[in-house]
């Protein structure tokens, strides 16, 4: 199905940046280090920048190498010990080890609620897990933080589509092409969905 096509790459984004990160946290237990809140820390963020950037670029691979920049800003909490539990749930989940993953990625949305790549990650991590229903629960979470996060926009539209609510779907998918608007895949995806729909009501 398309949506894992997009989910798989976006998650070996997230987790690649995460690991990269993580390696510059110095390693203590999670109660070790203090957790400044995401919002405080992202008020006048360089990803600003780079989601302007992403919206106006038209070129497929230039568009592709600003959502990477962009991923990577992300995965970065702005701690150390968030990074941290955020590579452990990397490495826990590249192990199939999915129950210890998504217990480090309860710790990071406990202890810093407004960084919205750890309700993303744990958005992915249950879909992988077969719930679409805390998927969906927690792209929510993602998306009252940050409306642009491409990726949970993608993981949206995917489950609609499973779900048979294709309207919803195109919707969630024009509002990531809003966003990544160089996107071929996402722009086939709402060729198809607008031609289904048309189709199903002649």
Not at 17 to 44: E, F, R
Not at 90 to 117: C, G, M, S, W, Y
């Amino acid at each position: 199905m398309r949506y894992f096509r997009f989910s798989t790459l976006i998650l070996a984004a997230s987790l690649t940046a995460s690991s990269a990160l993580a390696q510059t946290a110095t390693p203590k237990p999670p109660a070790a280090a203090p957790v400044t809140p995401a919002v405080a820390q992202k008020t006048g963020r360089p990803v600003d920048t780079l989601f302007d950037a992403l919206k106006r670029e038209r070129n497929p691979d230039k568009a592709r190498g600003i959502a990477s920049q962009i991923i990577a800003d992300l995965n970065d909490s702005g701690s150390a010990t968030v990074n941290l539990l955020m590579q452990w749930s990397a490495t826990a989940i590249k192990e199939k080890r999915n129950a210890a993953a998504l217990d480090f990625l309860d710790q990071v949305t406990v202890l810093d609620p407004a960084f919205a790549e750890g309700w993303n990650r744990r958005a992915t991590l249950h879909y992988t897990m077969g719930n679409p229903r805390k998927s969906m629960a927690d792209i929510a979470e993602v998306l009252k933080r940050e409306p642009r996060h491409f990726g949970a926009l993608a993981g949206m539209a995917g489950i609609l589509t499973e779900a048979g609510k294709d309207e919803l779907a195109l919707k969630a998918w024009q509002d990531y092409l809003a966003v990544y608007p160089a996107d071929r895949d996402a722009q086939e995806a709402v060729t198809k969905l607008s031609e289904k729909l048309a189709g199903n009501r002649t």
